[in-house]
């Protein structure tokens, strides 16, 4: 289980890791009041105390991304939206070849954000 956002980085598969580094960029440039925590040996962006009160996380696994949060309807209509997207209820995922999932997997961080009031800057 990684201890910091390196450790993860580092043990993520190596198709993965742009896909960390894109989206991980992506929360902090555009949403930096929310500093990365680890939770469970992966970085998430917690919106307070408690992660039930929501967040946006990354997972790389072998074949593919994820983008994880609570908000089980955005997530469920995202996944919908986003041609060849799989993933359980908290999570849209899809395979590393699919680059054109990146603008709405953005769309999808940015309405997580928005429904929480996490201010963009």
Known sequence: MADSVAQYLASAPEAGRPWLREF????????????????????????????????????????HFAT?????????????????????????????PNLEAQPLLKEFVDAVMVRHEIPRV
């Open 24 to 63: 991980w960029t992506y929360v902090e440039t555009h949403f930096p009041s929310v500093p990365p925590v680890m939770f469970r040996g992966v970085p998430m962006y917690k919106f307070a105390s408690s992660y039930l009160d929501g967040y946006v996380m990354f997972t790389a696994a072998k074949t």
């Open 68 to 96: 994880h949060a609570i908000d089980f309807d955005l997530v469920s209509d995202f996944r919908a939206r986003i041609p060849g997207a799989a993933g359980g209820k908290g999570n849209v995922a899809v395979k590393y």
